[in-house]
């Protein structure tokens, strides 16, 4: 399959450039799966007549889950290669979408759109362009990530008007056809255009001037250990628990209670679920703009100070939320104010985590770190849905979800960056060449291997 990629004439940018936008779309196609619960939990009500507590259980494990398989899949991608991990997911999530066609119980709805959808688009997440930015990209690493990170809402922006329209009359089973048809479409994408490595096509990364060695074989197998020992060796440090918690509220106050409460909670003051998740699209329109921006600030400022300004408006406009009027001009303001804001989190938090846990454990404490985030999500998923059904309202959770943000920016600002220990001096010669590739000469963030 790669020899098709071989015969393009292409330099390193080219084939660079294809394989961030087989990713990108990727990334895209999971994030629309994880946002399709939001736009089928009132057809769902009315067809089966559900508990809105009992859909939000399903989502709400889904997305436990999507966050759960971010280290396993780093680990999976260590070993078995980014390429297969990547078909893997897409087919678990095309697999399992289809088959929710035919359920007629909750219980089936969580098998299918909370388990097996979870574990699939979990291989399919951040994790996953954390890889392909630092294998296929030795510059501008911090932009290339904040727009692979934008891809999430981006999903949003492509998927919930369609979502939306084919949900209209309350019909559920249209939005899990259009969602497994594009994840299945997206097999052959990576099937024929996604090599392994540069390697495989004799050329080198993206912006790297001088001729690296391959890297070695690994030693260990894709096992649970692996990723079990990388946060053993994590959870002694006091960053992990900061950035574990912050994820926590990222999830809590973005796709955990908006992106899945967001078009019943306007449903609850008269806005129809199509102009709902419009605004949901034109906040993943303004998110792809503030993520981006947010990448490219991370390889030039703090990224602490980025991290408190981010998570304090973002509490600020929660808090807010609940006691605008509703027209159209105050929403339009809120979805581009809280669009920028979206997931602009994820680019200052990955160079945090790379800089305090190395080269070597980085990419697996981030999807712990994921964990956290999907954590946070899943909270919000259920305890939001759990409140509107016994206060009547979503205010409470709306509320909540704001004071955490505005806890997590003051947080973030104290915290001290400490790099890893000095390895011993026969380590530090074996690995001395792999380490200077850790920062590039414009200060740019480089992703520890894979």
């Given at each position: 399959?790669?020899?098709?990629?071989?015969?393009?004439?292409?330099?390193?940018?080219?084939?660079?450039?294809?394989v961030?936008?087989?990713?990108?779309?990727?990334?895209?196609?999971?994030?629309?799966?994880?946002?399709?619960?939001?736009?089928?939990?009132?057809?769902?009500?009315?067809?089966?007549?559900?508990?809105?507590?009992?859909?939000?259980?399903?989502?709400?494990?889904?997305?436990?889950?999507y966050?759960?398989?971010g280290?396993?899949?780093?680990?999976?991608?260590?070993?078995?290669?980014?390429?297969?991990?990547?078909?893997?997911?897409?087919?678990?999530?095309?697999?399992?979408?289809?088959?929710?066609l035919?359920?007629?119980?909750?219980?089936?709805?969580?098998?299918?759109?909370?388990?097996?959808?979870?574990?699939?688009?979990?291989?399919?997440?951040?994790?996953?362009?954390?890889?392909?930015?630092?294998?296929?990209?030795?510059?501008?690493?911090?932009?290339?990530?904040?727009?692979?990170?934008?891809?999430?809402?981006?999903g949003?922006?492509?998927?919930?008007?369609?979502?939306?329209?084919?949900?209209?009359?309350?019909?559920?089973?249209?939005?899990?056809?259009?969602?497994?048809?594009?994840?299945?479409?997206?097999?052959?994408?990576?099937?024929?255009?996604?090599?392994?490595?540069?390697?495989?096509?004799?050329?080198?990364?993206?912006?790297?001037?001088?001729?690296?060695?391959?890297?070695?074989?690994?030693?260990?197998?894709?096992?649970?250990?692996?990723?079990?020992?990388?946060?053993?060796?994590?959870?002694?440090?006091?960053?992990?628990?900061?950035?574990?918690?912050?994820?926590?509220?990222?999830?809590?106050?973005?796709?955990g209670?908006?992106?899945?409460?967001?078009?019943?909670?306007?449903?609850?003051?008269?806005?129809?679920?199509?102009?709902?998740?419009?605004?949901?699209?034109?906040?993943?329109?303004?998110d792809?703009?503030?993520?981006t921006?947010s990448g490219?600030?991370?390889?030039?400022?703090?990224?602490?100070?980025?991290?408190?300004?981010?998570?304090?408006?973002?509490?600020?406009?929660?808090?807010?939320?609940?006691?605008?009027?509703?027209?159209?001009?105050?929403?339009?303001?809120?979805?581009?104010?809280?669009?920028?804001?979206?997931?602009?989190?994820?680019?200052?938090?990955?160079?945090?985590?790379?800089?305090?846990?190395?080269?070597?454990d980085?990419?697996?404490?981030?999807?712990?770190?994921?964990?956290?985030?999907?954590?946070?999500?899943?909270?919000?998923?259920?305890?939001?849905?759990?409140?509107?059904?016994?206060?009547?309202?979503?205010?409470?959770?709306?509320?909540?979800?704001?004071?955490f943000?505005?806890?997590?920016?003051?947080?973030?600002?104290?915290?001290?960056?400490?790099?890893?220990?000095?390895?011993?001096?026969?380590?530090?010669?074996?690995?001395?060449?792999?380490?200077?590739?850790?920062?590039?000469?414009?200060?740019?963030?480089?992703?520890?291997?894979l």
């Amino acid at each position: 399959m790669t020899a098709i990629l071989a015969r393009m004439p292409l330099r390193a940018r080219g084939y660079a450039s294809i394989v961030a936008a087989i990713t990108f779309i990727a990334l895209l196609v999971s994030a629309g799966l994880r946002s399709a619960p939001g736009v089928m939990m009132l057809p769902l009500e009315l067809h089966f007549g559900w508990d809105r507590a009992t859909i939000s259980a399903a989502a709400a494990i889904g997305i436990l889950l999507y966050g759960l398989v971010g280290p396993f899949a780093a680990a999976l991608m260590l070993t078995i290669g980014i390429k297969r991990t990547m078909i893997a997911g897409l087919v678990l999530m095309s697999v399992s979408t289809f088959a929710s066609l035919w359920m007629s119980h909750p219980w089936q709805y969580v098998l299918s759109w909370g388990v097996f959808s979870g574990v699939g688009s979990g291989a399919v997440a951040s994790v996953l362009g954390a890889a392909v930015v630092n294998r296929w990209f030795a510059t501008r690493q911090g932009l290339v990530m904040g727009m692979l990170t934008a891809s999430t809402a981006t999903g949003a922006l492509v998927f919930l008007p369609l979502l939306a329209w084919l949900a209209e009359g309350g019909a559920w089973r249209p939005v899990a056809l259009a969602v497994a048809i594009a994840s299945a479409c997206v097999i052959p994408l990576v099937l024929f255009f996604v090599p392994e490595r540069p390697q495989d096509l004799g050329v080198r990364r993206f912006g790297e001037t001088e001729a690296a060695a391959p890297p070695p074989p690994l030693k260990q197998a894709a096992t649970p250990a692996l990723a079990f020992t990388a946060l053993f060796r994590a959870s002694r440090s006091p960053m992990f628990w900061l950035l574990f918690g912050t994820f926590f509220v990222c999830g809590l106050t973005t796709n955990g209670l908006v992106g899945t409460h967001l078009i019943a909670f306007c449903g609850d003051h008269g806005i129809a679920p199509v102009q709902a998740a419009g605004l949901l699209s034109l906040m993943g329109l303004f998110d792809l703009i503030g993520t981006t921006a947010s990448g490219w600030l991370t390889d030039r400022y703090d990224p602490r100070k980025l991290l408190f300004v981010y998570y304090g408006l973002r509490g600020l406009s929660l808090l807010t939320l609940p006691f605008l009027d509703f027209s159209a001009s105050s929403l339009l303001l809120f979805a581009i104010f809280y669009g920028l804001d979206w997931i602009a989190t994820v680019p200052p938090t990955v160079k945090l985590a790379n800089v305090s846990f190395g080269e070597r454990d980085a990419p697996i404490v981030f999807g712990w770190i994921m964990v956290g985030h999907q954590l946070g999500a899943a909270t919000a998923a259920f305890g939001a849905g759990a409140i509107r059904t016994f206060a009547g309202t979503y205010t409470p959770a709306f509320l909540i979800a704001g004071a955490f943000g505005l806890a997590a920016a003051v947080a973030i600002l104290g915290a001290r960056i400490r790099t890893p220990q000095a390895a011993p001096a026969s380590r530090r010669r074996n690995r001395a060449g792999r380490s200077a590739n850790c920062i590039s000469a414009s200060g740019n963030l480089l992703f520890p291997a894979l």
